[in-house]
């Protein structure tokens, strides 16, 4: 059985937020990239949070992610801008980008913006709520290095491009935040460090034939050849693969193309370069109607769902975000939670970037 080590949240935060001021990040702009972090694992989502500080300390150390980088605005009209981050942490420009996008609708009704020659942001839902927090419906994107095969294909043409969409409703707004593969590739590492198989229908190997050897994958992701994950719905069409395929390269539209950028295939293709690309946007629905009618409604439906007829075996139906967004105080008073493996990447990174590991003493073992 894997051991898991909970970490006290605030220390957790602290020791993240510390780690990026060394780098020479303000303390402002390193506590928005611990916030992008922990707030994953608050959430569940185990593959983007702390297991991710170890990724951010290698691009630091190879130059692939240039931490003091400014991002610059390249274009901008009344509902949109380009915004070039010039190889700096895709948190903080993504924090940005959105808050300009937010701006913008607030003004204007709508707001775009897009991003590129950026680096890895995090969880694209963590955007997409700061849209909803300010009373918006709010949606983000972006692709990724390339690790997805196109259906037929065993080259990974193709980024795990996630989308995000929140909108707000009661008790929990609509929260949707999911990969167009079939996981994000985070997922594939963590069974990695927990030594399990991956279940089937994740993972094309080299010679173009589905795996559940979670380790051909990190060897492919790091040799940069033919194979990767399957895109949602898996291999071929039976399931819907093509479909999932199709919502990859609606990422890579809405990304890499409007701003300009690379798309997925030439992104991270170099150890020192990783030049991905993000898609903002806000929208203020009061031009349809009233807010309150407009939340009610959208509370009602969903409430709908939840009470809706259960299949054999189930006795609640979820929504999307609410198992998340439910447990977030739970999850806090309980530690965020790192594999052995995670721990001593963090002991490590205390280590090398001379940080105070106290505060990863752990809460609890299990």
Not at 38 to 58: A, F, K, N, P, V
Not at 259 to 269: L, Q, W
Not at 275 to 297: L, Q
């Given at each position: 059985?894997?051991?898991?080590?909970?970490?006290?949240y605030?220390?957790?935060f602290?020791?993240?937020?510390?780690?990026?001021?060394?780098?020479?990040?303000?303390?402002?702009?390193s506590?928005?990239?611990?916030?992008?972090?922990?707030?994953?694992?608050?959430m569940?989502?185990?593959s983007?949070?702390l297991?991710?500080m170890?990724?951010?300390?290698?691009?630091?150390?190879?130059?692939r992610?240039?931490p003091?980088?400014?991002?610059?605005?390249?274009?901008?009209?009344?509902?949109?801008?380009?915004?070039?981050?010039?190889?700096?942490f895709?948190h903080?420009?993504?924090k940005?980008?959105m808050?300009?996008?937010i701006d913008?609708?607030k003004?204007h009704?709508?707001?775009?913006?897009?991003?590129?020659?950026s680096?890895?942001?995090?969880?694209a839902?963590?955007?997409?709520?700061?849209a909803?927090?300010?009373?918006?419906?709010?949606?983000?994107?972006?692709?990724?290095?390339g690790?997805?095969v196109?259906?037929?294909g065993?080259?990974p043409?193709?980024?795990?491009?996630?989308?995000a969409?929140t909108?707000?409703?009661?008790?929990y707004?609509l929260?949707?935040?999911?990969?167009?593969?079939?996981?994000?590739?985070?997922?594939?590492?963590?069974y990695n460090k927990?030594g399990?198989?991956?279940?089937?229908?994740?993972?094309?190997?080299?010679e173009?034939?589905?795996?559940?050897?979670p380790?051909?994958?990190?060897?492919?992701?790091?040799s940069?050849?033919?194979?990767?994950?399957?895109?949602?719905?898996?291999a071929g069409?039976l399931h819907s693969?093509?479909?999932?395929?199709?919502?990859?390269?609606l990422?890579?539209?809405?990304?890499?193309?409007?701003?300009?950028?690379?798309?997925?295939?030439?992104?991270?293709?170099?150890?020192?370069?990783?030049?991905?690309c993000h898609?903002?946007?806000?929208?203020?629905?009061t031009?349809?109607?009233?807010r309150?009618?407009?939340?009610?409604?959208?509370?009602r439906f969903?409430?709908?769902?939840r009470?809706?007829?259960?299949?054999?075996?189930?006795d609640?139906?979820?929504t999307?975000?609410e198992r998340e967004?439910?447990?977030?105080?739970?999850v806090?008073?309980?530690?965020?939670?790192?594999s052995?493996?995670?721990?001593?990447?963090?002991q490590?990174i205390?280590?090398?970037?001379?940080?105070?590991?106290?505060?990863?003493n752990?809460?609890s073992v299990s």
């Amino acid at each position: 059985m894997a051991t898991y080590h909970y970490l006290n949240y605030e220390k957790a935060f602290d020791f993240c937020k510390n780690y990026f001021m060394t780098t020479g990040i303000s303390e402002e702009d390193s506590s928005t990239i611990a916030d992008v972090l922990t707030t994953s694992d608050l959430m569940g989502i185990e593959s983007h949070g702390l297991q991710r500080m170890i990724m951010y300390h290698g691009g630091i150390k190879s130059g692939r992610i240039k931490p003091t980088a400014k991002p610059v605005i390249e274009k901008e009209t009344a509902l949109s801008a380009v915004i070039n981050a010039n190889d700096g942490f895709g948190h903080i420009v993504g924090k940005l980008a959105m808050q300009m996008a937010i701006d913008k609708a607030k003004e204007h009704g709508i707001g775009m913006t897009v991003v590129n020659n950026s680096t890895h942001y995090g969880i694209a839902g963590y955007y997409s709520m700061m849209a909803a927090k300010e009373g918006l419906l709010g949606f983000s994107m972006t692709n990724t290095e390339g690790m997805v095969v196109p259906t037929f294909g065993k080259t990974p043409m193709l980024g795990t491009n996630p989308i995000a969409v929140t909108m707000p409703a009661s008790p929990y707004p609509l929260h949707i935040d999911m990969a167009t593969s079939t996981v994000p590739a985070g997922k594939i590492e963590v069974y990695n460090k927990l030594g399990k198989p991956c279940p089937e229908g994740w993972i094309l190997n080299a010679e173009g034939k589905v795996s559940t050897n979670p380790q051909e994958f990190i060897d492919i992701r790091a040799s940069k050849s033919d194979g990767g994950l399957l895109p949602l719905g898996g291999a071929g069409e039976l399931h819907s693969g093509h479909k999932g395929y199709a919502l990859g390269v609606l990422v890579e539209l809405m990304t890499a193309i409007l701003s300009g950028g690379y798309t997925s295939y030439y992104v991270r293709r170099q150890k020192t370069v990783e030049k991905c690309c993000h898609w903002f946007m806000a929208v203020d629905y009061t031009m349809f109607g009233s807010r309150e009618e407009i939340e009610a409604h959208m509370s009602r439906f969903m409430q709908e769902i939840r009470d809706s007829h259960k299949a054999d075996g189930h006795d609640r139906i979820f929504t999307h975000g609410e198992r998340e967004l439910s447990n977030f105080d739970k999850v806090k008073a309980q530690g965020l939670k790192a594999s052995e493996k995670t721990y001593a990447e963090l002991q490590q990174i205390a280590q090398e970037a001379k940080l105070d590991a106290s505060l990863l003493n752990e809460v609890s073992v299990s």
